[in-house]
């Protein structure tokens, strides 16, 4: 067969995950094919993704325009242990030296049209038949009988938008509460995304099934949203942890959700998949001039040597996380209500906090 027409990236999957790593490659001058399904409608979501500060300058480089018209940024972050009283956080973060946003809260159906516009702009090739590739990169990975690490938290994730009366929107919101982690991700100055993960037999389901029953508790207990409506429907799903024990095989790398999810309780799911992507930039970048074979086991090795350890020590931080929030014993709420208090004390250390969520593990 002639090198010349098997030297192609394949991408399975032209979700987000397999939109960017096309652009991304692309961008360094390779042969690249998003292979989707034909014929799929595509569901709209109103879900929300956060995107680290690191991550959104990844896709400026990579010329995805028009994402300050789409991402509101955010400037703090503020923590509130077992508490709904807005104006006593127990911890804040935010930026004091470099004045730049330390994330940005975008809809997931609007950053995707933003990439579709730039695969159609540089005419990458969208098939439904994948075909033998130099490379092929999985991002929907259906192989079950791979080796992973994996649990079920008994959870369901619900995502839905409100809207309420103008504000300086720029500051997310965590809560956590008895009935589970609830986040306030701001959109716009007069929307904003709400992710509230709570256990699978909680009562309060009941509340997320009835419009007036949400709406009149959202507006009794967090008063610095005024005069709140749902403004979408509402999105859910179980929340389990998944992580692959390799995410290489011969002339073959998966990444994305199929090869690591997380709980979303701080919104990393979709920057670690930007980090994955970014490092395979940079490898692919650093031997192009070499003439390597796309899918050398080499290459495939060393990208999973400066992601695999990294990716499972920041999955398990997450996964601690939550497991520590989850305990509902009184004495642990005000362990954590004091340890959050006492952050402040220690500026180095929130820094370093706030570097590990832009930028995730670098060992």
């Not at 259906?142 to 992973?148: A, D, E, L, V, W």
């Not at 690490?149 to 008895?178: G, M, P, V």
């Not at 009941?206 to 009794?220: F, H, M, P, R």
Request: hydrophobic share 35%; glycine share 4%.
């Amino acid at each position: 067969m002639d090198k010349k027409n098997t030297q192609q990236v394949g991408i399975i999957g032209d979700g987000l995950t397999g939109k960017l790593t096309a652009i991304a490659l692309f961008r360094l001058g390779y042969g690249v094919e998003l292979v989707g399904k034909k014929n799929l409608k595509t569901q709209q979501s109103i879900a929300s993704i956060s995107i680290s500060h690191d991550s959104y300058n990844f896709l400026k480089q990579l010329n995805i325009h028009d994402l300050d018209k789409i991402a509101n940024s955010i400037y703090s972050i503020k923590l509130y242990e077992n508490s709904k009283d807005h104006l006593d956080p127990d911890s804040i973060f935010y930026n004091k030296t470099k004045k730049v946003p330390l994330s940005y809260i975008i809809l997931k159906d609007k950053l995707s049209k933003e990439l579709d516009k730039e695969i159609k702009k540089l005419k990458i090739k969208k098939v439904y038949n994948p075909k033998p590739y130099a490379l092929t990169i999985d991002t929907i990975n259906k192989n079950f009988k791979q080796k992973n690490i994996n649990w079920d938290y008994q959870e369901d994730a619900y995502t839905f938008i409100i809207k309420h009366e103008k504000l300086l929107n720029n500051c997310s919101r965590q809560f956590f509460l008895q009935e589970g982690p609830l986040a306030f991700l701001p959109v716009s100055q007069n929307q904003t995304s709400v992710v509230w993960s709570i256990s699978k037999n909680s009562d309060l389901s009941k509340i997320l099934k009835d419009k007036k029953n949400l709406e009149s508790y959202l507006n009794t207990n967090f008063s610095i949203y005024k005069k709140i409506k749902l403004n979408s429907k509402i999105e859910n799903f179980s929340l389990k942890f998944n992580f692959l024990i390799r995410n290489i095989e011969t002339k073959k790398i998966i990444i994305g959700d199929a090869n690591h999810r997380i709980h979303p309780i701080a919104g990393q799911g979709w920057n670690m998949t930007v980090r994955d992507i970014k490092k395979l930039y940079e490898i692919f970048k650093s031997k192009k001039k070499y003439g390597y074979d796309y899918g050398d086991y080499s290459l495939l090795e060393e990208f999973e040597r400066q992601t695999r350890v990294n990716n499972f020590l920041f999955a398990s931080s997450i996964d601690l996380i939550r497991k520590i929030f989850k305990l509902k014993n009184n004495q642990f709420s005000d362990l954590r209500k004091k340890g959050f208090r006492q952050l402040d004390k220690f500026p180095n250390i929130k820094n370093e906090i706030i570097k590990f969520a832009d930028q995730g593990l670098s060992l």
